[in-house]
């Protein structure tokens, strides 16, 4: 455990693609944000879910370190940013820990792999997976939480526009599975399938 590091678990998403709210789809009897919380729960000492108020009351946790908010009112639904701002600004810490709700396959040694890479120069610790960066599932440093509230306060939504103006430290990653997201009902539907073909 660490007291510098909290975590963000980023629940507030519309998930048109998916058609209804994919946080509360499940995987092995698991609801996937449940998934995302466990993920973290062995890291730190404490976590929030940033959510919209829509979407607040369905979520349960019992885990005593978790507390369940919503999205800071002028940024409601502004996207991944909005929900990292208001998190950092709740919850004081060093380093944040992010993972969205969408990423059931995911496990705490893709963070324990990403951590050895804080210090001192760096602001943001972002995998790359599957050939891409992976800015939801990452390592933000309180550093740039001004520079996120001037992106938010100028329209500025973007995490790649963020990065572009910190210090970041890029992580290959070998292991892919562990980031699969789901998206779309189509592929939850072809994984479910899967399952039960199996
Ligand atoms: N707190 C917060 N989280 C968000 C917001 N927008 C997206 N997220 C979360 O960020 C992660 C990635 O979201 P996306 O899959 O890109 O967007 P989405 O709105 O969930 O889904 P689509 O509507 O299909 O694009 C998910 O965990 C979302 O719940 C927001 O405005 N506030």
Excluded at 64 to 75: L, N, S, V
Excluded at 78 to 105: N, R, S
Excluded at 143 to 166: A, P, T
Aim: proline residues 4%; charged residues 25%.
């Amino acid at each position: 455990m660490n007291e510098k590091i909290a975590g963000i678990i980023l629940a507030g998403g519309k998930s048109m693609r998916f058609g209804q709210p994919k946080a509360f789809a499940t995987k092995d009897g698991k609801a996937f944000y449940q998934h995302s919380m466990d993920a973290l729960t062995p890291i730190v000492e404490k976590m929030v879910m940033v959510t919209s108020p829509e979407l607040k009351h369905r979520f349960q946790s019992s885990e005593t370190k978790m507390t369940i908010i919503q999205d800071r009112e002028e940024y409601q639904g502004h996207g991944p940013l909005a929900g990292i701002l208001t998190a950092m600004e709740q919850m004081k810490a060093e380093w944040y820990l992010v993972i969205p709700i969408d990423v059931p396959f995911m496990n705490q040694s893709i963070f324990r792999t990403l951590m050895k890479h804080m210090d001192q120069d760096v602001d943001a610790i972002i995998p790359i997976a599957k050939g891409k960066l992976q800015p939801l599932i990452a390592i933000y440093r309180n550093s740039v939480k001004g520079l996120i509230k001037y992106q938010l306060d100028h329209e500025h939504r973007s995490l790649r526009k963020l990065l572009d103006k910190c210090n970041v430290k890029y992580v290959d990653m070998e292991e892919e599975q562990s980031f699969i997201n789901i998206n779309h009902q189509a592929d939850y539907q072809k994984w479910v399938k899967k399952q039960e073909d199996k």
